[in-house]
């Protein structure tokens, strides 16, 4: 069976397992991000749809023919206590480095070459054996190039950390190619912001 | 009556091929652990350990004491709060194939969710199915308490 036939049978399937029908209560609150980015939320059932965009704002509902109406915004103390444990395990959010590369190359800039030891000092402080280590590139050139340029260095990164005595095992590389520009630009731009590894250490 | 029944099928026919992609890669860690967290996989129930790797297809128990933490690979996060059953139903995050997907089905208990870079990709990606409802969360922090929900 192909993907698309298998996805036009799943979303015939779905809908019964969605109707599980029992009797329960699903309560949704749209939190404010950390970074103060509005994003929202669409709670959706048979019944209906709502938009919840402002924070603490919250809907209740029973089951699925229940039609979502108007929300209401839930006191930051009762949010608290009904989510306090689940509060509580949030891990601690990722910590990002950014280092930037030389035009058409995995030449780190100078600048950014001065900032690995800070990088391994926070790795050896957290003992972390989870890092993320993903290369992009700007929009100068084709598509294989710039896959190619991500990947070498993103593995330039990757080397330097193992030769820094960081255990390769502790490594997940990535290439994102032009994918996920941080600046957005037109194709055949130099962006120097885009040239980069973003290494997270987790 | 008729947007939501549009938006609930957009949400279930959403290209989300992960369902049936390879479950070989993990797709985030366990980072935080209190009291009994279970990982059902298969028919096999594991208890949880920190920086476990979670898959795709995996379910989230937690014991009435239990809560766990877990950071994806698009740096989204979740964590769950005590008696909660989680099921990731689908998990793709590859900017080079341009995928990007994340269903969440909590059957009971509590979570909440900061999401991360698939958002960034694709701002339709994101849901949490409940018994009652699907929310679409598009880049921000939401949190769901089933009540009453599933119990074997």
């Given at each position: 069976m192909n993907n698309h036939a298998r996805c036009l049978l799943m979303s015939l399937i779905l809908p019964a397992v969605l109707c599980?029908?029992?009797s329960s209560r699903s309560l949704f609150v749209l939190l404010p991000s950390p970074d103060g980015h509005a994003g929202n939320v669409t709670v959706a059932n048979k019944a209906g749809e709502i938009h919840l965009s402002r924070p603490f704002e919250s809907i209740d509902l029973f089951?699925?023919?229940d039609r979502p109406t108007k929300p209401v915004i839930m006191s930051e103390s009762e949010f608290n206590t009904t989510f306090k444990e689940a509060l509580a395990a949030q891990p601690t959010a990722p910590l990002t480095f950014l280092l930037y590369f030389e035009q058409g190359t995995s030449r780190l800039t100078p600048e950014s070459e001065k900032i690995l030891p800070v990088i391994i000092d926070y790795i050896r402080k957290v003992h972390s054996s989870d890092i993320s280590i993903s290369g992009h590139s700007d929009k100068v050139g084709s598509r294989d190039i710039n896959i190619r340029i991500s990947r070498e260095r993103a593995n330039e990164i990757a080397n330097q950390l193992t030769r820094m005595g960081?255990?390769?095992?502790s490594l997940e590389v990535a290439s994102h190619g032009t994918e996920l520009p941080l600046i957005d630009t037109p194709e055949g731009v130099p962006e120097p912001r885009n040239r980069r590894v973003e290494l997270v250490v987790r | 009556m008729y947007r939501g029944l549009l938006f609930l099928l957009f949400l279930l026919t959403?290209?989300?091929?992960?369902?049936?992609?390879?479950?070989?890669?993990?797709v985030g860690r366990l980072k935080t652990i209190n009291g009994p967290v279970y990982i059902l996989r298969g028919a096999e129930q594991t208890a949880a350990y920190l920086d476990m790797r979670i898959f795709r297809n995996d379910t989230l128990l937690t014991g009435k004491q239990g809560s766990t933490g877990i950071v994806f690979n698009d740096n989204s996060t979740l964590s769950l709060g005590p008696d909660t059953k989680f099921q990731l139903a689908s998990y793709e995050f590859n900017a080079l194939e341009k995928k990007a997907c994340f269903v969440g089905r909590i059957r009971r208990g509590t979570m909440v969710y900061l999401s991360g870079l698939i958002a960034r990709m694709n701002a339709e990606a994101t849901r949490f199915e409940t018994p009652a409802a699907v929310a679409g969360v598009r880049g921000t922090k939401l949190a769901i308490k089933v009540e009453g929900g599933d119990n074997e």
């Amino acid at each position: 069976m192909n993907n698309h036939a298998r996805c036009l049978l799943m979303s015939l399937i779905l809908p019964a397992v969605l109707c599980g029908c029992s009797s329960s209560r699903s309560l949704f609150v749209l939190l404010p991000s950390p970074d103060g980015h509005a994003g929202n939320v669409t709670v959706a059932n048979k019944a209906g749809e709502i938009h919840l965009s402002r924070p603490f704002e919250s809907i209740d509902l029973f089951y699925p023919e229940d039609r979502p109406t108007k929300p209401v915004i839930m006191s930051e103390s009762e949010f608290n206590t009904t989510f306090k444990e689940a509060l509580a395990a949030q891990p601690t959010a990722p910590l990002t480095f950014l280092l930037y590369f030389e035009q058409g190359t995995s030449r780190l800039t100078p600048e950014s070459e001065k900032i690995l030891p800070v990088i391994i000092d926070y790795i050896r402080k957290v003992h972390s054996s989870d890092i993320s280590i993903s290369g992009h590139s700007d929009k100068v050139g084709s598509r294989d190039i710039n896959i190619r340029i991500s990947r070498e260095r993103a593995n330039e990164i990757a080397n330097q950390l193992t030769r820094m005595g960081v255990a390769p095992e502790s490594l997940e590389v990535a290439s994102h190619g032009t994918e996920l520009p941080l600046i957005d630009t037109p194709e055949g731009v130099p962006e120097p912001r885009n040239r980069r590894v973003e290494l997270v250490v987790r | 009556m008729y947007r939501g029944l549009l938006f609930l099928l957009f949400l279930l026919t959403y290209n989300c091929a992960s369902v049936f992609g390879a479950d070989s890669d993990s797709v985030g860690r366990l980072k935080t652990i209190n009291g009994p967290v279970y990982i059902l996989r298969g028919a096999e129930q594991t208890a949880a350990y920190l920086d476990m790797r979670i898959f795709r297809n995996d379910t989230l128990l937690t014991g009435k004491q239990g809560s766990t933490g877990i950071v994806f690979n698009d740096n989204s996060t979740l964590s769950l709060g005590p008696d909660t059953k989680f099921q990731l139903a689908s998990y793709e995050f590859n900017a080079l194939e341009k995928k990007a997907c994340f269903v969440g089905r909590i059957r009971r208990g509590t979570m909440v969710y900061l999401s991360g870079l698939i958002a960034r990709m694709n701002a339709e990606a994101t849901r949490f199915e409940t018994p009652a409802a699907v929310a679409g969360v598009r880049g921000t922090k939401l949190a769901i308490k089933v009540e009453g929900g599933d119990n074997e």
